[in-house]
Structure formats: C-alpha cells, structure tokens
C-alpha cells in the first residue's frame, strides 16, 4: 500500500492533467487540502459528502437565478447572444430556456 506522501504525489499528478493551467489552480489547492485533511483525520467521507451536497444545492439555485434573470432580460429586450455571453452559456441554453417557459 502507498504512504500519504505517495498517495499525495501521484493525487497532484493526476489533477495537473485534469485541471492544468492557471484556471485550474483554484480546483487542484481544494482538492490537494481536502486530500491532506481526510488522510489526517481531520475529515471524513460523509464531511465531503454533506459539502458536495450543498455545493450541489448552491449550483443549481445559481442555475436557477441565471435563467430567471436571463429570461427578464430578454423578455425586456435584451439581445439572446449578448445576454448568453454575459451569462457564460451557449446561446442554444437560452433558446431552450424560452422554449421550456412556453410550454
């Protein structure tokens, strides 16, 4: 079986080919801190549960904001490429977003 140290090296090898470059720094420290804690003790399984559940929770009430706001938008004018651009999702979201409230 690999010691911590091991786990740890090959854990920071792993995340630097799935998360690379700058933007994915912020993913890689989480997750290297996170790892660190539960092979210390200092956190469990169901701790990282409990905190996916509410990042699950906290998601998709963002989701649910950023389609009530872009539908105002648009039903106030707002152009649906600008409006998705701003919103940081596909035009097509948008499109989908108007058709779900049609029906």
Known sequence: MATHREQLAQLKATLAEEYPGADGRKIRDEV???AREYLRGDVT?????EELADARLELAAAMAAAKAV????IENGGP???TARE???ERLTVRDWQVQRRR
């Open 32 to 34: 290297l801190d996170t």
């Open 87 to 89: 919103l940081g999702v």
């Open 80 to 82: 649906e490429q600008s």
């Open 45 to 49: 399984v169901a701790e990282v549960g």
């Open 70 to 73: 872009g539908l105002l938008a």
